[in-house]
């Protein structure tokens, strides 16, 4: 029978708070719609494991996974404006 300890749910409610807080932070300052909170979520642990860490010595956890450094080309400001682009010619049903 596994007994259950409170450290590791300690941990867990600490990572959630920090998630939590960040994206709060995210959409306030980005002042982007609560609409976005879902894209948010899913976003906000990927960009803290792309972070560097001062108790990994500077290094990211994705550097230690994977052994290599993530690339970061493709990452913006949130909040940013983006604008989608087509191949081909996308007909307006209006029209």
């Given at each position: 029978m596994l007994v259950e300890t409170p450290q590791p749910h300690n941990?867990?409610?600490r990572f959630n708070r920090i998630i939590l807080e960040s994206v709060k932070c995210k959409?306030?300052?980005a002042r982007v719609s609560k609409v976005f909170w879902i894209e948010t979520v899913?976003?906000?642990p990927d960009?803290?494991?792309k972070c560097p860490l001062t108790t990994?010595?500077?290094k990211t956890l994705e550097k230690i996974s994977q052994g290599h450094f993530p690339n970061l080309e493709k990452l913006r400001?949130?909040?940013c404006d983006t604008y989608a682009h087509f191949r081909?010619?996308?007909r307006c049903?209006?029209?």
């Open positions: 941990l867990i409610e959409l306030l300052s899913v976003t906000t960009l803290i494991n990994l010595e500077m400001i949130f909040g081909q010619k996308i049903t209006c029209c």
